[in-house]
């Protein structure tokens, strides 16, 4: 199994993955690696991704609040009120996670002060340049999101 993305669960200990190879799926695991939910486990197979970033998506989101069903497992769901909820929680997911990103980027910084050697240091600066750009991306995405929402209800 080729596993595409492999996250730390924003509010529960375990890991979110997305693997495939086009079509893509998702799965979350709890702390012990036992199966929480698994986009592939509901059948038909229309669950399936084109996109790994779409599938981490929407994993993260229905993980976020047991109560999110994507639109294809809700058929009779009100789509356009069902992806603008959603658009809401994914919004609110990415700033939470930008938000404890801030926060690693905080400790790996006063980790880069003690680093011994040269090698640690360089490791700690990659990671933070790293961090940094994930949380502008996350930053911009959420910002993006937000305005289409409003766009859309207008």
Excluded at 33 to 60: K, M, N, Q
Aim: hydrophobic fraction near 40%; aromatic fraction near 6%; charge should be negative.
């Amino acid at each position: 199994m080729n596993i595409q993305h492999r996250i730390d669960r924003p509010h529960e200990t375990g890991c979110i993955e997305v693997y495939g190879d086009d079509p893509y799926e998702w799965r979350i695991l709890d702390h012990t690696g036992h199966l929480v939910r698994d986009s592939a486990g509901y059948g038909s197979g229309t669950g399936a991704y084109a996109s790994p970033e779409i599938a981490l998506r929407d994993a993260i989101s229905f993980d976020a609040d047991d109560s999110v069903v994507p639109i294809f497992f809700r058929h009779g769901a009100d789509a356009e009120l069902e992806n603008a909820a959603q658009a809401h929680r994914t919004a609110d997911t990415l700033r939470t996670t930008a938000v404890a990103l801030k926060s690693a980027v905080s400790e790996a910084q006063l980790d880069s002060r003690h680093a011994t050697d040269s090698e640690a240091q360089d490791y700690l600066e990659a990671r933070i340049v790293v961090m940094e750009r994930l949380v502008e991306a996350l930053e911009e995405t959420a910002g993006r999101l937000q305005a289409a929402i409003q766009a859309t209800a207008e």
